[in-house]
């Protein structure tokens, strides 16, 4: 390990979704990475239980990705997919879409908030493009998380997210209820028996707006920021019958889902579900460089394809769309995807998972845990008279504490390893966050 220079003001980083001051007293900083570890400037390792932020499902520092961004960058550091392209790109997108039956398009953004705004988009300008123009209205779920951008923020329903900028929403968007029922759902292994019929609330908001207005319904097929919450059995099924049923466009937010998280190459194939439009980022190019893409079923490009042949068909990109070096990146996350197997992998590591974490019901203020593919959440009971982040921010600086990194959103621990880590770490991880949990009063 070799020394690292600290840091000696932390005060112009302004930390995003972050306690600053109380970070800023107390730093945990990460200067190293290698498969399952961090390392902290001192030395320290840290069993990374969250795969970053749910993005690095290959594990750190994976050689074939290093290499293939410093031979890329050295090759062609850039070029714009403006009116001009260039090859990896197009290489990139072909396996890409190869690896999803039904959809024949990616729209390449460079992180979760662009894919959903772009999908968010797509939807829109796809309505009209079918003669649709009067489906101007979006809706998401309670307790979505998309992301940040104005358009994500307004689908989305963590409240913390959106209060402060209410007014400056989308217009005309609303919101479908949560599944989230823990009288009836606590400690499901998996997806849970009940709430199918929760998907039943688009019928509602039909009723009331009128398919004529809806455009597009957008969730997280397991809503992952919210504090890990798993559809019921048949509930993405009734939504996308729900949606047929009106000409209402489904977009899976499958930026934590996607790549191998749910031990399928995407929720899409776990559940057996076909959304007209699905987005992805993270996992996509192992978090190496950063990267999304929106996947469109096949039919979606084509209603665009009508007009004169030399008018650009959608004016929206960013100058980053297929950046180069994160094409590399991603192809060479995709072999590595391809070569261990590890979607596979994640499958047959996850009814160990489960078993391991539900071990934790019975500890002190656990009330509940929930389980899907690698991904985990065990929710505390909130401390009377505190934040309602109070017991989660405590068990995540005690477990890094003790070595191993996990996430929180609100009391509710989250973990989400990458896909290569073995029995015994699961073990570490669980035996780490039981220890933790037990002294957490
Ligand atoms: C489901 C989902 N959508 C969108 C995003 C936003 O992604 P990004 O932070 O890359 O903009 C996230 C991030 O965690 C996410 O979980």
Redesign the pocket.
């Known amino acids: 390990m070799t020394a690292q220079a600290l840091p000696n003001d932390l005060e112009p980083f302004w930390m995003p979704f972050t306690a600053n001051r109380h970070f800023k007293k107390a730093p945990r900083l990460l200067a190293e990475a290698k498969d399952m570890h961090y390392s902290t400037p001192e030395g320290r390792k840290i069993l990374d239980a969250t795969a970053g932020?749910?993005?690095v499902n290959a594990g750190h520092g994976r050689e074939k990705i290093v290499k293939a961004v410093q031979a890329q960058v050295a090759k062609l550091d850039f070029a714009p997919s403006f009116n001009v392209g260039h090859p990896i790109a197009f290489e990139l997108a072909a396996r890409l879409t190869s690896m999803v039956p039904g959809y024949s398009q990616v729209f390449y953004t460079?992180?979760?908030?662009?894919?959903?705004d772009t999908a968010l988009k797509i939807a829109l300008a796809y309505q009209r493009a079918i003669g649709q123009g009067t489906r101007t209205r979006l809706i998401g779920r309670e307790r979505?998380?998309?992301?940040?951008?104005f358009g994500?923020m307004s689908v989305?329903g963590m409240v913390a997210n959106r209060k402060i900028w209410g007014p400056s929403m989308l217009n005309g968007v609303d919101h479908i209820r949560h599944t989230h029922e823990p009288e009836k759902n606590a400690f499901s292994k998996g997806q849970p028996e009940w709430g199918a019929h929760l998907a039943d609330d688009l019928e509602r908001l039909v009723a009331l707006h009128d398919a004529s207005t809806i455009a597009a319904v957008i969730v997280?097929p397991v809503?992952?920021?919210t504090g890990v919450l798993v559809p019921p059995k048949g509930y993405l099924q009734r939504l996308r019958q729900i949606c047929d049923k009106h000409g209402i466009l489904l977009i899976f937010?499958?930026?934590?889902?996607g790549f191998g998280r749910l031990g399928s190459s995407f929720a899409t194939e776990h559940f057996g579900v076909k959304p007209d439009l699905f987005?992805t980022?993270?996992g996509i190019s192992n978090a190496t460089i950063?990267m999304?893409a929106v996947f469109c079923r096949k039919g979606i490009y084509d209603a665009f394809m009508n007009g004169p042949e030399g008018m650009i068909e959608v004016f929206h990109g960013y100058t980053y769309s297929a950046h180069p070096v994160a094409c590399a990146a991603a192809l060479a996350t995709l072999d590595i995807y391809r070569e261990e197997g590890l979607f596979e992998r994640a499958a047959e590591l996850s009814p160990y998972w489960q078993e391991a974490v539900h071990s934790m019901k019975g500890l002190p203020n656990v009330i509940d845990i929930r389980n899907c593919g690698l991904t985990a959440g065990v929710e505390l009971a909130p401390r009377p008279n505190a934040p309602p982040t109070s017991r989660g921010m405590d068990a995540h600086l005690k477990a890094f504490e003790k070595g191993v990194m996990v996430r929180f959103s609100g009391e509710t621990i989250c973990m989400s390893p990458p896909l290569i880590i073995s029995k015994g770490q699961i073990d570490q991880i669980v035996d780490t966050v039981t220890d933790v949990i037990k002294t957490i009063h």
Do not use: F, Q, R
């Not at 979505?144 to 951008?149: A, D, E």
């Open positions: 932020l749910w993005c460079n992180s979760g908030s662009e894919s959903v979505g998380y998309h992301g940040v951008g994500g989305g997280e809503a992952g920021s937010d499958e930026v934590i889902t987005t980022a993270k950063p999304g």
